[in-house]
């Protein structure tokens, strides 16, 4: 009888140590995507933040804090944009980086980087999501569009992939159908 009790108390010790807390949340840790990271063109459909695709951004990432570094060259400087997000949902405001417009002459860049996006950002998964309001007024109507950017680390840790979407927020603009665009897809790869 004795000697049951001891291997069926060893057998429920054993059980209780595997679904201890520390197991689960090792088996449920969140990636780091921190690491300098070059865009390979040939796997991604956009370059579009940066003008010389040959510089890394960087990625400094400590829960909650996911801080981005993008270089980019403006008159034959490098300039760095910083981008910060918290993955506790709490939001953010940073430089803009898409825009919707009706006005086909918009393109000063200069006037688009003084603009702002107010976001929040997630854990989706093993993915960080980003999503951003994005308001268009067009004669008569006001409308919202959300951008939603995707970071996710391949398994073996040396790919990053961002994925960006504007979508039309169907709430503020029920009569209003434009086309869809495809998603910005950018992959890099630790350097």
Do not use: C
């Not at 040959?54 to 909650?64: A, F, Q, Y």
């Not at 950002?121 to 004669?139: C, D, E």
């Amino acid at each position: 009888m004795k000697r049951r009790f001891s291997i069926g108390f060893v057998v429920l010790l054993t059980i209780a140590a595997f679904s201890s807390p520390s197991a689960n949340s090792q088996s449920k840790r969140k990636p780091d995507l921190s690491g300098t990271w070059l865009l390979d063109q040939k796997k991604s459909n956009d370059s579009g933040l940066t003008t010389r695709p040959d510089l890394p951004i960087k990625v400094s990432h400590h829960e909650p804090e996911f801080r981005v570094t993008r270089p980019t060259e403006k008159g034959g400087q490098i300039v760095e944009r910083e981008f910060v997000y918290f993955t506790d949902g709490r939001g953010e405001t940073n430089p803009l980086t898409s825009f919707v417009t009706t006005n086909s002459s918009a393109t000063n860049t200069d006037e688009i980087k003084k603009q702002v996006a107010k976001s929040k950002t997630m854990w989706s998964g093993n993915k960080i999501v980003t999503r951003a309001p994005l308001p268009l007024t067009i004669p008569g109507q006001y409308v919202e569009f959300d951008q939603i950017d995707e970071w996710k680390l391949s398994d073996d840790g040396k790919v990053l992939t961002q994925t960006s979407r504007v979508i039309l927020n169907r709430s503020s603009a029920p009569t209003f159908y434009p086309a869809m665009a495809r998603d910005k897809k950018r992959v890099y790869n630790r350097v």
